[in-house]
């Protein structure tokens, strides 16, 4: 996924602070009689120690349990609500080509197409979701700012090129929420969504629903299962080249995190282990 420029952004001590007494909310873990857990690890109802859903969620017995399991997850109306929704907007400014395109009725519709989105655990894991993919949207368009990458360039990667064939001036660069870029993802995004993504890429930047729709399909491709490994495994997937392990962006992560934790704290929820990559 092709970044938005983006001012340089540190993550303010008052944040970092925010972060610490997230992780530490709650009431501190109780190690479980039969499985002895390290503190910050669960214990599954089998009694092993581990920090996924399948220790932390259903049936959890001691440690900093998700919630109750389940798959019913978070009602995402309920949590997107209007005010969540324009309090991101409200720091975009007022010539930002997003502020007109991003709603909160575009979303909701587009996010209909998508019934396993913030489903399939508990209701805070849901919210994590909802949490993350917001952060990654808020860092990618910058406040719901940009619809359009700045940066237009063709990005063809010619090895898909058999499969996915790049049409002569047209470029697939990032457009919509998260960006979408290249045509190894146009093309099925495309396909997936009803339209030609190799032959008219632009529809992702003139359609809000289909925006959104397009930002949806790549995160329940690529995003959507690695949730159980905490945020920072969604920074590597979406960019981690560059934002992670010593990559010359690291700032950008610190960036997506701060938004997470944000997002986390306007939930009422705990952010979860491994949130930097």
């Not at 962006?249 to 009422?268: P, S």
């Amino acid at each position: 996924m092709a970044n938005s420029p983006t001012p340089p952004a540190m993550i303010p001590t008052a944040v970092l602070a925010l972060g610490l007494a997230f992780l530490i909310c709650a009431g501190r873990p109780t190690a479980a009689q039969d499985c002895r857990c390290q503190p910050g690890f669960c214990c599954s109802k089998f009694g092993y120690c581990g920090k996924t859903c399948d220790y932390c969620g259903e049936g959890c017995k001691s440690g900093p349990c998700w919630g109750s399991g389940g798959d019913h997850g978070a009602s995402v109306a309920s949590v997107v609500t209007e005010s969540f929704f324009n309090g991101i907007k409200s720091h975009a400014g007022s010539w930002c080509e997003g502020i007109g395109f991003y709603t909160r009725s575009a979303f909701l519709k587009a996010v209909a197409a998508y019934p396993g989105f913030a489903h399939g655990g508990s209701e805070v894991e849901g919210k994590r979701e909802i949490a993350a993919f917001f952060a990654h949207v808020t860092h990618e368009t910058w406040h719901l700012c940009y619809i359009n990458e700045i940066d237009v360039a063709k990005y063809c990667d010619w090895e898909s090129e058999k499969q996915w064939p790049c049409y002569p001036m047209q470029g697939y660069y990032g457009r919509g929420p998260l960006q979408l870029s290249w045509n190894y993802n146009y093309g099925p995004a495309g396909r997936s969504l009803g339209f030609d993504g190799l032959q008219d890429p632009d529809r992702v930047a003139q359609d809000p629903v289909l925006s959104f729709k397009s930002a949806l399909w790549y995160w329940m491709e690529n995003m959507h299962q690695l949730m159980s490994q905490g945020f920072g495994a969604t920074i590597r997937a979406i960019n981690g080249f560059d934002e992670c392990h010593g990559g010359k962006n690291t700032a950008e992560m610190k960036d997506r995190v701060r938004f997470y934790l944000e997002y986390c704290h306007h939930f009422g929820i705990h952010p979860g282990s491994d949130l930097t990559c």
